[in-house]
T-cell receptor, first 112, second 113 residues
């Protein structure tokens, strides 16, 4: 079953806690992206990686960190420095030779 | 600075109507313009996309119109159905194909029977 798997689907974070969102793909795409979605704000780019062991900050990288040790995996850590982390987080992939971006089903993070 | 501006924020149409969603961009280096459809609690899925070398593209009931000189593009949904009720996002990106997509803020469409 090909595609992008995000886990968990729902995540609850206590104040001051770091949490990690998982994104795994078996599409063999080089590029992977993390977007944050808030009501009325569209999709805002957090971080992206165009190749293994390399990643770039997006528009709203503060309070987040990523790693890209394997082509298949691009985990996102929401740190305690992110003051308003409650949002819907979407992982996407894209291939250099193609144009379509594919999205996972998202993780909804809530601060409790 | 918002690179892709989308309007309206929300839209309500009767079944069979033709909703139109508009987007405008500033960066002339953009060369790929997709539209994504998103249902609640799900990830967005590609609906239709266009390159700037054509002015119109049609796939089923969905049509993109593209005006390169005005730096605008729009989505038309013919014979809209209640099942089309969703949030629609326009986006844009530069070449090559692995650069990030820049998204508009979205339009929530409701099609009422």
């Amino acid at each position: 079953d090909g595609g992008i798997t995000q886990s968990p689907k729902y995540l609850f974070r206590k104040e001051g806690q770091n949490v990690t969102l998982s994104c795994e793909q078996n599409l063999n795409h080089d590029a992977m992206y993390w977007y944050r979605q808030d009501p009325g704000q569209g999709l805002r780019l957090i971080y992206y990686s165009q190749i293994v062991n390399d990643f770039q900050k997006g528009d709203i990288a503060e309070g987040y960190s990523v790693s890209r040790e394997k082509k298949e995996s691009f985990p996102l850590t929401v740190t305690s420095a992110q003051k308003n982390p409650t949002a819907f987080y979407l992982c996407a992939t894209r291939d250099r030779a193609l144009t379509e971006a594919f999205f996972g089903q998202g993780t909804r993070l809530t601060v409790v | 600075q918002q690179q892709v501006k989308q309007s309206p924020q929300s839209l309500i149409v009767q079944k069979g109507g033709i909703p139109i969603i508009n987007c405008a961009y500033e960066n002339t280096a953009f060369d790929y313009f997709p539209w994504y459809q998103q249902f609640p609690g799900k990830g967005p899925a590609l609906l239709i996309a266009i390159r700037p070398d054509v002015s119109e593209k049609k796939e089923g009931r969905f049509t993109i119109s593209f005006n390169k000189s005005a730096k605008q593009f729009s989505l038309h949904i013919m014979d809209s159905q209640p099942g089309d009720s969703a949030t629609y996002f326009c986006a844009a990106s530069r070449a090559p194909g692995n650069t990030p997509l820049v998204f508009g803020k979205g339009t929530r469409l409701s099609v009422i029977a």
